[in-house]
């Protein structure tokens, strides 16, 4: 008998992005942990225990065991002694999740999206087993990435037949651009709106809140769209006190 | 009243990655349209009506419409040409599909995996709709690609913090190498195996027949696990008569 981590991908923002796997899963949950950040933590936080209440059976007991994610100090002036704090700190916090379980149960993380994508919770968990306090077995449930739920609800695909796909944060693309010879490319995590300063001829699908009431697509030729996509962009911020969006960009094609 | 077309991800191999939402569109769906490629035919096939009986509920009734995704003459001195009429030769079919059904019907299309991935069923139905011929409203039902199923199944996520990812066809990689400045790159659609030629550093993530239990992963650094992969993709082939593999490539870090 030996512990049992699930980290479940639930999808962008639509309650049904999760796969028959996913609500399989939560059944054989003993305990779903919440790692709560700052950031959008009341609206996140409400998401996951909705796909709880939804999706495991009227008969099922399981316990919810809430942690806060680590603060990172950004003003550190050590700040890859500050990032190792982060990560330690991190590591600790998962671990004692995970020691919380009794040696026959299962314990879950609901990871948005899907968990291979920009998440950081494998590698965590890679980090506990190293560390050889608590011993698990572990499994990951697929999910619908934001970057599969963007292109659907525009309609479009990610790349025309024999063409790349680049997905990219939009740290790497405000400091280098557009990557040469890529066609498409995903943006995502782009606290710094880098599409505002691109002056390359392409078109922009773009997406906030994907799958929920607050959804918000803007698409066109990024020339004339921009102004929109900001507007859109600091009202919904303004209005709900943070913003998720993602974003695809293409190079136009010769007529 | 208008003909209504769902493009449905179905996932990449295991039945139990249909979403909550895909399920809930089979249940509307009047023709299911199985589009049957020579490659691999029956299995498909056969695994699209096997989503139906189980994920459609016992009362309702759906009609199945087959249509033979034309053959592409490869051959053709005039290649280009050849594309063109490939193209056009589709685009008619699907239409005929689509004219088939009756004004207030729903008719779906179940689509491998994502379907703006390396899937051409959108752009078919834009191309249909350019012609003018049959009306319908469509929507896009996101699935868990054949790259995060890939990622799952390693346990592993497609990028460390900060990285970007490249998705590529075989076809791109086996011309111009590893693209500079990617630490990750997913290689999709590589019938030439192009990681046999590769000189880099890297560790292989691949895997074959996901998510079914035909499935094969193998995982290493590059030059050690070569053979294995070579190994299992021949005698897999030579059993199945076809082989479908996907690959993440990570450069490796220095220790």
Same mark, same amino acid.
């Given at each position: 008998m030996t512990r049992r981590i699930l980290v479940i991908g639930i999808g962008a923002g639509d309650p049904e992005h999760l796969t028959v796997a996913a609500v399989r899963a939560l059944n054989e949950t003993d305990v779903v942990f919440l790692v709560t950040k700052t950031e959008a933590t009341e609206e996140m936080r409400a998401f996951r225990l909705e796909l709880c209440r939804r999706f495991i059976e009227p008969g099922r007991t399981y316990r919810v065991a809430e942690v806060a994610d680590p603060e990172r100090?950004?003003?550190?002036?050590a700040y890859a002694q500050s990032v190792e704090d982060w990560r330690g700190e991190r590591i600790a916090r998962y671990e004692e999740l995970i020691a919380g379980?009794?040696?026959h149960e299962t314990g879950s993380f609901l990871v948005? #999206?899907? /968990?291979?994508?920009?998440?950081?919770t494998i590698l965590v968990l890679d980090a506990v087993l190293d560390r050889g306090l608590v011993a698990f077995e572990s499994e990951v449930i697929p999910g619908v990435s934001s970057v599969s739920a963007l292109a659907a609800r525009h309609r479009v695909?990610?790349?025309?037949?024999g063409e790349a796909i680049h997905i990219t944060p939009g740290r790497r693309l405000a400091s280098a651009g557009l990557p040469a010879g890529v066609e498409n490319v995903v943006v995502m995590l782009d606290s710094r709106q880098a599409w505002r300063d691109l002056d390359d001829d392409v078109d922009i699908y773009w997406g906030a809140?994907? #799958?929920? /009431?607050d959804e918000i697509l803007v698409s066109g030729r990024l020339a004339e769209v921009r102004a929109t996509i900001e507007q859109h962009r600091d009202q919904a911020r303004a209005r709900k006190g943070w913003m998720f969006d993602t974003y695809l960009l293409r190079r136009r094609r010769m007529p």
């Amino acid at each position: 008998m030996t512990r049992r981590i699930l980290v479940i991908g639930i999808g962008a923002g639509d309650p049904e992005h999760l796969t028959v796997a996913a609500v399989r899963a939560l059944n054989e949950t003993d305990v779903v942990f919440l790692v709560t950040k700052t950031e959008a933590t009341e609206e996140m936080r409400a998401f996951r225990l909705e796909l709880c209440r939804r999706f495991i059976e009227p008969g099922r007991t399981y316990r919810v065991a809430e942690v806060a994610d680590p603060e990172r100090d950004r003003t550190a002036p050590a700040y890859a002694q500050s990032v190792e704090d982060w990560r330690g700190e991190r590591i600790a916090r998962y671990e004692e999740l995970i020691a919380g379980l009794d040696e026959h149960e299962t314990g879950s993380f609901l990871v948005w #999206g899907d /968990p291979s994508l920009y998440d950081g919770t494998i590698l965590v968990l890679d980090a506990v087993l190293d560390r050889g306090l608590v011993a698990f077995e572990s499994e990951v449930i697929p999910g619908v990435s934001s970057v599969s739920a963007l292109a659907a609800r525009h309609r479009v695909p990610l790349n025309h037949a024999g063409e790349a796909i680049h997905i990219t944060p939009g740290r790497r693309l405000a400091s280098a651009g557009l990557p040469a010879g890529v066609e498409n490319v995903v943006v995502m995590l782009d606290s710094r709106q880098a599409w505002r300063d691109l002056d390359d001829d392409v078109d922009i699908y773009w997406g906030a809140f994907l #799958g929920t /009431p607050d959804e918000i697509l803007v698409s066109g030729r990024l020339a004339e769209v921009r102004a929109t996509i900001e507007q859109h962009r600091d009202q919904a911020r303004a209005r709900k006190g943070w913003m998720f969006d993602t974003y695809l960009l293409r190079r136009r094609r010769m007529p």
